[in-house]
Each structure stands twice: as structure tokens, then as C-alpha cells.
Nanobody, 118 residues
Framework: QVQLVESGGGSVQPGGSLRLSCEYSQSVMCMGWFRQTPGKEREGVASISDRGSSYYADWVRGRFSISRDNSKHTVYLQMNRLGPEDTAMYYC???????????????WGQGTQVTVSS
């Protein structure tokens, strides 16, 4: 069982930045970030393999960056140029299969809220 604990969410003004962190209890092949707003399906944001290959949703458009520190068992999501449309609950996820798709995620964190508002 892989345990995931997110941190780093909060409130920020439009155009600002936040860095989310997710500490995992044991290393798995693929780590990712998802987000969800009320009434909408959860959507994939970014994922990263244990070797550092990263994947992003098309709408990220270079604003977000995912990274991973295996020595600290932590994956990060750096979010820049945030807008109100980025307001959501952000979830860390992990799976034992390869990255590159948004399906078959086994482990989930509790989520951390990101609110972008002036």
C-alpha cells in the first residue's frame, strides 16, 4: 500500500505561483497530479516516471512543471501564471504501470486545495 500526502495548496492571486508537494511512502513507477472542481470529472495534470520522464495535459501549455526527488520520496508540481480556472482540489496519485496515460491509477492522496482569486 502506497501512502501519499500532499501539501502546498493555498490561495494565490491571478498570475501567481504555487508549488505542491507529495510525499510518498514507497517508490512506484509513475507519480502524477490530477485536479477536480465540483461537478466536473477529475482530470490529469502531469505525470512523471521513476526515471524522470514527464507528461503533461495539453492545456498546461508550459505553465506547470512536475519533478521528482526519489531520495526524498517527494514529487512536486510547480505551477506558474495561475488563473482562476486553475482553482481546484489537486490530488497526488501513483501507479505501478508506466506513465503516458491518465488511466489505471491505483493510489490517491487526500488532495490539497488551490484557490486563485483576486
Amino acid at each position: 500500500q502506497v501512502q501519499l500526502v500532499e501539501s502546498g495548496g493555498g490561495s494565490v492571486q491571478p498570475g501567481g505561483s504555487l508549488r505542491l508537494s507529495c510525499e510518498y511512502s514507497q517508490s512506484v513507477m509513475c507519480m502524477g497530479w490530477f485536479r477536480q472542481t465540483p461537478g466536473k470529472e477529475r482530470e490529469g495534470v502531469a505525470s512523471i516516471s521513476d526515471r524522470g520522464s514527464s507528461y503533461y495535459a495539453d492545456w498546461v501549455r508550459g505553465r506547470f512543471s512536475i519533478s521528482r526527488d526519489n531520495s526524498k520520496h517527494t514529487v512536486y508540481l510547480q505551477m506558474n501564471r495561475l488563473g482562476p480556472e486553475d482553482t481546484a482540489m489537486y490530488y497526488c496519485a501513483a501507479k505501478t504501470s508506466t506513465c503516458g496515460s491518465w488511466s489505471r491509477w491505483t493510489y490517491w492522496g487526500q488532495g490539497t486545495q488551490v484557490t486563485v482569486s483576486s
